[in-house]
Structure formats: C-alpha cells, structure tokens
C-alpha cells in the first residue's frame, strides 16, 4: 500500500492535471462495464416491453452512450497517456536533478544512498508509469466487482454473496500461483547465472578466436545443456506447484458457474426470471476469472516494482545541505586545524591542516598521489565537512554556502572533469551569452568554429583529442568570472613541458585572480608564487620554488629525481 500511495503522491505531484485527468477517466471506466450490464438488462426488458406495448427507450439509449463512452475513452486515454510520460520525463528528472544537487555529498557517497540511486539509474519515470498504470487498474478491478456484485445483489441476495465469495476466492488462489512463478524468476538459481556465463563467453569476439583454435566448442556447449536441463527441470517442479493454485481457482469458477446455472434453472422453473435478469445472469457469470488474472498481474507488478515508487520518495524527500547566509570579507582562502577522514572509512586523509591562500597569488600544492591534494579541493568547493577545524572562502563556510555562492567564488577543473556532446559554446558557456574566442585562442582551440558540435550526436560533430578534451575543460573554468581558479592535475595525461607551456600562458592572462595548481608534477610549481608541499596529509614544507630549493628538503629531491627523468626522455 505504501508503494501505491507513494506512486499516487509522485505522479500528482508531477504531472497536475493530467494526473486528476487519469484518474477519472478509469473510474468512470471501471463503473461503465457494470452499467453497461445494468443497462443490458433494462433494455431487454424495455425491448420486451415493447412487443406488449409498453416501451421506454432510455435504458437503450442509456446503453449506446455507455458504448460510445468505452470506446471514445479509449481515444482519449491514449492522449493523456503520451501528455503524463511527457509531464514525468520533464518533470520528476528536474526534481531529481535539483534534489541531487542540494543533498550534501557525503550523504550521496553512503551506501544506502548510493543503492537507491542504482534502483533508478534507468528511466525511473517510465517504471514510475507501470507502477501508476497497475496500480490504477487494481482500482479499477475493484470498482467493476463491486459494480458487478451490485447488479447481482439486485438480482438476488444469495447471488450476490455467491459472486463476492467467488472473486475473492479466485483472486486469492490466482494469486498465490503467480506469486510463486514470481519468486522463482526473482531467485536466479546457480545454473542460470553458469547459463548466463556460457552465453556471455560464446558471445565474445575475443574469446571466440580461442575457442576455434582450441577447439573448445564442445566443452561449452555441454555445460550450456547440463545447465539447461537442470534449469528446466527446476522450472518445471514450480510450475506444477503453481498449477495446483490455478487448479483451485478453476474449481472455484466451475462453482460459481454451476451455481449460476443452477439459479438460473431453478428461476426459469418457477418462470420468476424475466429476460433482463437472465441476460444480465449470463452476460457477466464469466467476468469473475478475467478480472482476477488482471488484478493479480497488475497487483503483482506492484509488488515487485514498488521499491521504485518508495526510493524516488526517499531521494526527493531527503534532508538538504543547510544553506547558511553569512557576511563576505577578504580575498582568501583559509584553513585553520583541518582534519579529515572520508565517511564510513577510519583513515586520516588529512591532518591538522592550517594555512591561508591569498587571492592575488599563484599556489601551488604539490605530493605524491594520496598525499591528501584533491581532498584539499573537495573541502573547499564544499563537498566535505571538515572531521575537525574549518574551512573558510572569503570568511564563509564553503559547506554551508548555497551553490550559486560556491560558483561565484570558485571554478574549478577537476582530475575527472565531463565533456558534453554539444556544442563547443555550449561547453564553456552552458547556455549563457559570452564570448569565447580569446579562451580558444589562449588554448590553441580557435581551429574549431564556435558552433562545433562534440561527439557524434549529430552528423557534423567530431572527436576531440585527449590534450582537447581537457583544454576545453580549463576554458570552460578560465571563462567563469570567479575570484579563485583551481586546477586539479585535468591535464596530468599531457606532456609536461606542453602542460608547463600551456599554464605559463593561461597564468599570464589570469593575473587579478587566485590560481591554485594541485600537481604531483613539479616543473608546474615553478610557476606558482607559493608552493605548499604535502605528505600523508600534513604539510611538511611550504615556500618559493628558489626558497624550497636551497633548503634542501623533500621538494628538493622529488624536483631533482622528475629533472632527471626529464632529461633522460
């Protein structure tokens, strides 16, 4: 039940109208099949009625409008159908998108989240829509046997008791047959997952050169048959037991019908059934067993595939990163007593941190990988709170600031940055008026129209190198007017004399703002007017390149060994 109140609460919420539209077009579809038999049956009276003499025409024409509606509303529904796939689409991945953006990183990166996230990675508005649809249906089924048993009540009492015990009955056993089909086909048994394996390995071109020249065909292909039969075999065992459920769902509508005929004999008999009673009798006797199929399936897609409903409710419901509204003074960044430990891990990745980064200056922090660099720049673009101490950017804590503050004071090209497939304006401006054509120019790009299309989503679109890929990251970052600039190793991938060249230029143009060169490379810090040196997440040495050099410490040695490799290459 939560999942369909869920599906109920996300679909209104999402898509309006269309959702109030849904709903009373399959309620009035649900009530039309039982009125369509009332109906039935005061028509066929109102025809023999006619023959006596005494004729009323209502109940017929009640009844073609009853069939021109069930028709119509076929029409109809098809239209809000395309109208709430299009509502969801737009809307609930908006909602996503922006709820995403407003959870706290480190919430994301916890399993449980990161669990929920894999639930919907896949569309979730089109599993949104099944839920909805069978759940919908459900309603409906429930809305006809009511009808139905309303028309049987008016018949005869016992009829209709009869009726209510049948649908009950024959739901219910059906019910447990599907059920225990479903479990099956959710339990994936050893032999399917070896089945699995065999197929994914005869289906791979490179495995295939191997099997040809060792002749490994037949090995394959009877594993492939012991695990079909064994799987076929366990398939059939539950088949046969569901059947027994079926088997007794049939018994109940053999019942029922023989109760019905029985009823039916016995009336004409006494000649206390009028034409109308009897075709109605008759017209929905059988209803019982197809309605009971479509409640189990669709009750049985809810089951399975409710978890959707509730994980989107969960992610759209989840606590946002508070947002904290705090006075900006002074051009650095500042970190005082800074340690940190990633979440649910128990090692210290940085430890006891403080220093300042003043804004009209070139920094650069340089270590080994895992010395602690990139998580520098993940506490200050607010993606971490620091375990202990604080972080601050202009005397703001960058956890709490809102995006749009975190964007105005940072732009920052990270070692895994995302190129888009579109245009290259789009790239660097995403969407906003600007120009461009002095950051291409800066970063050797300018050979490209601005319009270039990236990737192959359109016909005219190409392929940027490695080196292009990442030049066009630091252009997208050089282009965003914010007060500091950080450059976390994106072009590790380059030659580093290209790379020192490059940043040489791009520093020369960037002088009124704050730069920051995360590197394990040192003939970058050369260029920087500051040089932090980290080590297991302390700072061990900090000064000028001429300053670090002439102390004789470990900046000295790891320049001295990179020059050397340098060299020799």
Known sequence: MKAIFNTYRLVRKHAGTIYVLILLESIISALTDPLIIYATKLSVDSIVGFVSGGADVKPVIFLVLLFAWKELSKFFRNILDIKLEQRL???????????????????????????KL??????PHLALIELFNSSILILSTVIKVVGIAFVFFNISGILGISYLIAAIFDILFTFMAVNKMNKMFENTSRNEREMENVIDILKNKDALYEIRVFKMKNLFLNRFE?????????RLGTTLKSQ?????????NIVWMGLVILFIVSKLLAKAIGAGDLTAIVTSASSTLDMAED???????????GYIANTLFYILSYDERKVEKSSKYGDEIEFSHVSFKYPGTQKTVLNDLSFRINKDKVTAIVGENGAGKSTIIKLVAGLYEPTEGYVRISNMNPYSMSNEDISNELSIVFQDFKN????????????KAGDIAEDLRLLELDKYSEDTNIGKLEEDGVYLSGGENQKLALARAIQKKSDFLIFDEPTASMDPMVEAKMYDNILKVLKSRGAIIITHRLVLSKLA???????????????THDELMKKGGIYKQMYEEQSGWYKEN
């Open 529 to 543: 007017d500051d040089i932090i040196v980290l080590n297991e997440g302390r700072i061990i040495e900090r000064g």
């Open 226 to 234: 012991k695990y079909s039969s064994e799987v076929f075999e366990e």
């Open 118 to 123: 894999n639930q919907i990675k896949d569309r």
């Open 244 to 252: 027994n459920y079926l088997l007794l769902s049939s018994v109940v």
């Open 420 to 431: 888009y497939e579109i245009s290259l304006r789009d790239n660097i401006l995403f969407g």
């Open 295 to 305: 409640f189990v399936y669709e009750a049985s897609t809810v089951s399975n595939n």
């Open 89 to 115: 689409e737009l809307n609930l991945n908006k909602s996503l998108m922006n709820k995403l953006s407003l959870i706290a990183v480190d919430e994301i990166e916890k399993s449980v989240f990161q669990d």
